[in-house]
């Protein structure tokens, strides 16, 4: 298994708390938890803004 970190730039609604921010990123990011159907990150409350990637400390390629 080779590991990669990924960074994510989103702009998320002046509303959203760091409980629905978290929740955001662990439904869409890590496919685990789940998100309120109110949370107001959900659907176009977000913009992605930027996103790389990089090896991670045990990438053998």
Do not use: Q, S
């Not at 609604?13 to 409980?19: E, V």
């Amino acid at each position: 298994m080779k590991t990669i970190t990924v960074t994510v730039e989103i702009d998320v609604p002046d509303n959203a708390t760091d409980n629905d921010i978290a929740d955001f990123v662990d439904v869409e990011y890590g496919e685990c938890g789940k998100m309120a159907l109110d949370n107001p990150c959900r659907t176009d409350g977000t913009e992605i803004l930027d996103a790389r990637w990089e090896h991670g400390p045990d990438y053998a390629g």
